[in-house]
């Protein structure tokens, strides 16, 4: 087999397996100030073995505020799915923040940005 194939091969066998941890999460939109928001996300252990201790973390930069699921266990090749209160203040000023969603335990990390409305 010449190189160009094995090349090809490993970018179609990398472009259908997903490594990172967190899977889809969904977020009410918009969020709403001086409410209990909610949010939630799937967390995959794609590891071999049991992951101890992982938790999700939401960081909304502008407002300098960070929201922390509670640590859990998950076993190998398995998924849990993670429900996060997000308290607003009435201070908050109404429009769209960057933040960030964080899955990570002492062993790994797992980060994505996405943009929150808030009204």
Avoid: C, W
Avoid at 4 to 17: A, E, G, N, W
């Amino acid at each position: 087999m010449k190189v160009y194939q094995i090349f090809v091969l490993f970018i179609i066998f990398v472009s259908f397996v997903n490594f990172h941890s967190l899977g889809r999460f969904l977020i009410d939109e918009p969020l709403i100030k001086g409410e209990l928001n909610e949010g939630y996300f799937t967390v995959r252990n794609t590891h071999s073995e049991k992951v101890k201790d992982v938790n999700v973390k939401l960081y909304i930069y502008d407002l300098g505020v960070m929201f922390n699921s509670p640590e859990e266990d998950i076993s190998k090749k398995d998924h849990t799915l993670k429900r996060m209160f997000i308290p607003l203040s009435n201070n908050v000023k109404p429009g769209v923040y960057l933040a960030k969603i964080t899955v990570s335990n002492d062993d790994f990390k797992d980060t994505q940005h996405v943009y929150l409305r808030i009204v």
